[in-house]
């Protein structure tokens, strides 16, 4: 408890506020810049940190962690290009009630989802940690691996009621992610002598192209119709009525982004996708879904940001990344002389009590700037066609180029573009290769991993509880639909005998 309380106390230091502010306002505004995501800011201000007490380096790297997943919700639901790739999920719907004139309440409610997400998850660090750690360090490559097939069987009811299309959409994405020269053998593959895909198809181009250039290809085929006159709605936030429809999608989306945040390289990405497909399949309000659900914005929000709080789990109690981003934190730790693992609860318990703290308020700060100035981002939804999107195309090539500084990536987007076109023309959700894309890669490696281990026999996997449980729900998942179907086929037959 005195640690505890030493950790809280920190909040009442100057420098340590200051430095949760400016990362929580920088994290708003890097978040909403597609292309410019928090692990960037973060490695390009981490010799800044190296001059101030680990305390405040923490403060604002997690601050800047926890306000960019926020941040990126912004432009998804308004202009639907997604500044960040953990808000992918919240474009779905959220762009849907902006193009309804409904883009405050989306963001009111992106807002909330978002805080009360991120503020669950370090409640439930501070109290669980070490279990959540222990959880966390049982998962091996078999696990992973079976993980990842269940996080792609998800794929089926994400989007829409076309399972097999979007199976199909997911199965693209794992192969996406295949290009590029395998580590494990050498080999190159589907690259075509082209050197640009030597390296693999990076996600971000992937994302803007799927979201944001399609939409811009979507508009100018309806250059002929007569615009649509949007309301003052647009900056009408959400009413208590709307939290209590939410509210279940809120805590769901909370307990699955905290349990996924903690299992090492996950992040708050696949914590998103999952989040939205989970709220989905519980919600009483299904056909809403499509068509601009706010369940659809607040169970991905909240799970996208609890995300960032459980991925800190394995970052600090394991010294084992849960995200690219905690990986970047980690090394911030390191120069700063501080040992993560195990042993850090009990040396230096207060530091990890202060990072929590300043987690807490970073929360809370995002919170009241994101609903104080949620009437002010909606009006962007205002802004003519004719000048917004190419301002949202030009930020688009900025944001494909940026992270590597490669035309190759901008030539990826603008082919990923053309592909989104395509599946809205044919009835394609371009979430499940979202979702193929993410975890493909760690599908591959988890499964050659476990190859390894068992011997080249893949009936090592029955020797896997946890592996051979989640790969049983996966085949429920699949076909139990199938079977339900049957089953109410077979009812009037025997009712008519």
């Not at 639907?80 to 762009?95: F, H, K, L, Q, V």
């Not at 269940?150 to 992610?177: E, H, W, Y």
């Not at 939205?276 to 399949?281: A, F, I, P, S």
């Not at 960032?308 to 120069?335: D, Q, R």
Request: hydrophobic fraction near 55%.
């Amino acid at each position: 408890m005195e640690a505890f309380l030493a950790g809280m106390a920190t909040l009442t230091d100057p420098l340590i506020l200051g430095m949760i502010l400016a990362g929580t306002v920088l994290g708003i505004v890097v978040g909403a810049l597609p292309g410019i995501s928090g692990s960037t800011t973060i490695a390009l201000l981490l010799p800044l940190t190296i001059g101030v007490s680990p305390i405040a380096a923490l403060a604002f790297m997690g601050s800047i962690y926890c306000a960019a997943n926020f941040g990126g919700s912004i432009t998804a639901i308004l202009v639907n290009a997604p500044g960040d790739p953990s808000a992918s999920a919240t474009a779905i719907e959220g762009y849907r009630l902006a193009e309804r004139g409904q883009a405050g309440l989306a963001l009111g409610m992106a807002a909330v989802a978002s805080a009360i997400g991120g503020i669950f998850s370090v409640v439930m660090l501070i109290f669980a940690a070490p279990l959540l750690a222990r959880a966390a360090y049982s998962f091996g490559p078999p696990e992973y691996f079976a993980l990842a097939v269940f996080g792609l069987s998800m794929c089926a009811a994400i989007g829409g009621d076309g399972r097999v299309k979007n199976l199909m959409t997911a199965a693209l994405g794992v192969l996406l992610a295949t290009v590029g020269i395998d580590l494990t053998s050498g080999v190159e593959r589907y690259s075509f002598g082209i050197m640009e895909l030597s390296d693999g198809i990076n996600f971000v181009p992937v994302l803007i192209g799927l979201f944001a250039v399609s939409e811009m290809l979507d508009q100018s085929t309806r250059r002929a119709e007569e615009p649509k006159l949007i309301t003052m709605d647009a900056a009408k936030l959400p009413t208590l009525a709307d939290f209590r429809k939410c509210a279940r999608a809120i805590g769901l989306g909370s307990v699955i982004g905290a349990f996924i945040g903690a299992l090492p390289a996950l992040g708050a990405t696949t914590a998103a996708l999952v989040g939205y497909n989970e709220t989905q399949r519980w919600s009483k309000h299904k056909h809403e879904f499509g068509h601009g659900a706010l369940e659809g914005v607040a169970g991905p929000e909240s799970a996208n940001n609890a995300a960032v709080g459980g991925s800190m789990v394995p970052t600090l109690a394991l010294g084992i990344p849960g995200s690219a981003t905690t990986a970047i934190i980690l090394a911030g730790l390191i120069v700063q002389g501080v040992r993560p693992g195990p042993h850090l609860f009990n040396e230096q318990p207060v530091l990890l009590y202060a990072v929590f703290a300043s987690m807490l308020a970073a929360n809370l700060l995002y919170l009241v700037l994101g609903l104080g100035m949620a009437k002010l981002f909606a009006r962007i939804s205002l802004i003519p066609p004719t000048i917004l999107w190419p301002a949202v195309f030009v930020l688009s090539i900025i944001g494909a180029y940026g992270p590597n500084q490669s035309m190759g990536d901008v030539v990826i987007m603008l082919v990923a573009g053309g592909v989104g076109f395509l599946f809205r023309r044919h009835g394609f959700s371009p979430a499940p290769l979202i979702m193929g894309l993410v975890l493909g890669g760690m599908l591959e490696e988890a499964l050659k991993q476990s190859m390894i281990i068992f011997d080249q026999n893949p009936l090592g996997f029955a020797q896997r509880p946890i592996a051979l449980l989640l790969l049983a729900v996966t085949l429920a998942g699949l076909l139990g639909p199938m079977l339900l179907r049957m089953l109410r086929m077979m009812r009037p037959q025997k009712e008519a005998v």
